[in-house]
């Protein structure tokens, strides 16, 4: 097979969460487990940090990769779902897996899933382990894709877990209360393995101190040791943003720059660093240049895209994965601040998300463009057109989410904001964001 006959094979023949939903969905490691057997077990032939949380654990994982990057390590990095290409979701150095590699693995080993009967999810970990593995990376940075405690991820030992913000998400599949997402995320604490939980939640945080107490695993709360606070809008001609972090309440970092402007991760940043410090004691060799050069050039290093991404200047046009009710109130919060005459949101989400809990936080004197992204799980414009004008928030739909950005760029002034979010997959088709 081909590149794109292996992909479409993939696409028809194994569950995918991100275009089908629930359906994609196959609860429980014994699928994976089953994979991974069959490979020889690659998860145990490198080391790893586990990621986990509602908002920020891409974030997260990224930054990660790029301190130890930085530091000279070799690093593995799985994270779901991808933007543009398949292959962003595995990367040794930021280098993305080889479209032939795929093509020669799946041919390999298509008669093991077809017995096995995988879902998407779990062919992908097995794939990224294997390839981990087979290029002997010193370490791999693995985002779980949703949840933790059942989630394909969740076969791997790995050196530091690292979960960050819980908020409401995917309540039909994770539960309906904090609690009960925490707990899922909490899956990934493993025996004797020290977790570091990013940000200070009352509502949760006996969660994660029992399970690290029932398996004896050392809890690191990251924002009772780093705080981290912008001290300054993004450089237009860089994007970078000026960072104070205080370590214990004293200067930390001083005069530090972050590759990912958005107000969220500030709330990310000490996550990062507390993991590096349980990295260090386990003998890694992260200076504070290493961890300097990741955190400014976390997007050179590793690829990342879509978190607060800046693709235009007058009218200034800005794209964010954002895509639940906590992580789109961060951006809108930040939206306002940005000085401007208009604003125009191009906006699509899907039909499983809390749309009238995201739709709420939206400003009602905008200019709407109401799109779909190109996948079965997208809710039809016209639907969200019409739950959004219940809630005085006007505009037109496009065909396409092309189409709306198009349409929004044409019709902003210089001094207009121009914003693309409401779904990763809405992000995930805007063509300048790839020419950034």
């Given at each position: 097979?081909?590149?794109s006959?292996?992909?479409?094979?993939?696409?028809?023949q194994?569950?995918m969460?991100q275009?089908?939903?629930?359906?994609?969905?196959k609860?429980?490691?014994?699928n994976?487990?089953?994979?991974?057997?069959?490979?020889?077990?690659?998860?145990?032939?490198?080391?790893?940090?586990?990621?986990?949380?509602?908002?920020?654990?891409?974030?997260s994982?990224?930054?990660?990769?790029a301190v130890?990057?930085a530091a000279?390590?070799?690093?593995?990095?799985?994270t779901?779902?991808?933007?543009?290409?398949?292959?962003e979701?595995?990367r040794?150095n930021?280098?993305e897996?080889?479209?032939?590699?795929l093509?020669?693995?799946v041919?390999?080993?298509?008669?093991?899933?077809?017995?096995?009967?995988?879902s998407?999810f779990?062919m992908?970990?097995a794939?990224?382990f294997?390839y981990f593995?087979?290029?002997?990376v010193d370490?791999?940075?693995?985002?779980?894709?949703?949840?933790g405690?059942?989630d394909?991820?969740?076969?791997?030992?790995?050196?530091?877990?690292?979960?960050?913000?819980?908020?409401?998400?995917?309540?039909?599949l994770?539960?309906?209360?904090?609690?009960?997402?925490?707990?899922?995320k909490?899956g990934?604490?493993?025996q004797?393995?020290?977790?570091?939980?990013?940000?200070?939640?009352?509502?949760?945080?006996?969660?994660?101190?029992?399970?690290?107490a029932?398996k004896?695993a050392?809890?690191?709360v990251?924002d009772?040791?780093y705080?981290?606070?912008?001290?300054?809008?993004p450089?237009?001609?860089t994007g970078?943003?000026?960072?104070h972090?205080?370590?214990h309440g004293r200067p930390?970092?001083?005069?530090?720059e972050?590759?990912?402007?958005?107000?969220?991760?500030?709330?990310n940043?000490?996550?990062?660093?507390?993991?590096?410090?349980?990295?260090?004691?386990?003998g890694?060799?992260?200076?504070?240049?290493?961890?300097?050069?990741g955190?400014?050039?976390?997007t050179?290093?590793?690829g990342?895209?879509?978190?607060?991404?800046?693709?235009?200047?007058?009218?200034l046009?800005?794209?964010?994965t954002?895509?639940?009710?906590?992580?789109l109130r961060m951006?809108?919060?930040?939206?306002?601040r940005?000085?401007?005459?208009a604003?125009?949101?191009?906006i699509?989400t899907?039909n499983?998300?809390?749309?009238?809990g995201m739709?709420?936080l939206l400003?009602p004197?905008?200019?709407?463009?109401?799109?779909?992204a190109?996948?079965?799980?997208?809710?039809?414009?016209?639907?969200l057109?019409?739950?959004a004008a219940?809630?005085?928030l006007?505009g037109?739909?496009?065909?396409?989410?092309?189409?709306?950005?198009?349409?929004?760029?044409r019709?902003?002034?210089?001094?207009d904001?121009?914003?693309?979010?409401?779904s990763?997959?809405v992000?995930?088709e805007v063509?300048?964001?790839?020419a950034?």
């Amino acid at each position: 097979m081909t590149y794109s006959e292996t992909l479409n094979y993939l696409y028809e023949q194994l569950p995918m969460f991100q275009r089908v939903g629930a359906a994609g969905i196959k609860k429980g490691l014994g699928n994976t487990l089953v994979l991974a057997e069959a490979l020889g077990n690659p998860e145990r032939r490198f080391r790893s940090v586990h990621v986990a949380g509602t908002n920020g654990k891409g974030s997260s994982s990224h930054l990660l990769a790029a301190v130890l990057q930085a530091a000279g390590y070799k690093v593995g990095l799985y994270t779901s779902p991808h933007l543009r290409e398949f292959t962003e979701r595995i990367r040794v150095n930021g280098q993305e897996l080889e479209p032939e590699y795929l093509v020669e693995w799946v041919a390999k080993w298509r008669p093991l899933f077809e017995q096995v009967q995988p879902s998407f999810f779990e062919m992908c970990v097995a794939l990224a382990f294997a390839y981990f593995a087979e290029q002997r990376v010193d370490i791999a940075i693995i985002e779980v894709g949703l949840g933790g405690r059942l989630d394909s991820t969740n076969i791997i030992t790995p050196l530091v877990s690292l979960i960050t913000n819980i908020s409401f998400d995917h309540q039909a599949l994770l539960g309906n209360t904090l609690p009960e997402i925490a707990a899922e995320k909490a899956g990934i604490i493993k025996q004797g393995v020290p977790v570091v939980i990013s940000q200070t939640q009352p509502e949760v945080a006996a969660v994660f101190e029992r399970e690290a107490a029932a398996k004896l695993a050392h809890l690191v709360v990251a924002d009772q040791i780093y705080q981290a606070t912008f001290a300054g809008e993004p450089a237009p001609e860089t994007g970078l943003r000026p960072l104070h972090v205080t370590q214990h309440g004293r200067p930390y970092l001083p005069n530090a720059e972050l590759g990912l402007p958005g107000d969220y991760q500030q709330y990310n940043v000490p996550g990062v660093l507390a993991t590096l410090d349980e990295l260090r004691a386990l003998g890694f060799r992260i200076t504070e240049a290493a961890v300097r050069t990741g955190l400014r050039q976390v997007t050179q290093l590793t690829g990342l895209r879509g978190r607060w991404s800046i693709i235009g200047q007058r009218p200034l046009v800005v794209c964010d994965t954002g895509h639940n009710p906590a992580g789109l109130r961060m951006v809108m919060a930040q939206l306002q601040r940005v000085p401007h005459r208009a604003l125009h949101l191009v906006i699509g989400t899907v039909n499983d998300k809390d749309v009238a809990g995201m739709l709420a936080l939206l400003p009602p004197e905008a200019t709407y463009y109401f799109c779909a992204a190109s996948i079965p799980r997208a809710l039809p414009a016209a639907e969200l057109r019409q739950q959004a004008a219940a809630l005085g928030l006007n505009g037109d739909t496009y065909g396409s989410v092309r189409e709306a950005v198009a349409a929004a760029r044409r019709a902003a002034q210089p001094d207009d904001v121009v914003f693309i979010g409401g779904s990763t997959f809405v992000v995930a088709e805007v063509e300048e964001l790839y020419a950034a």
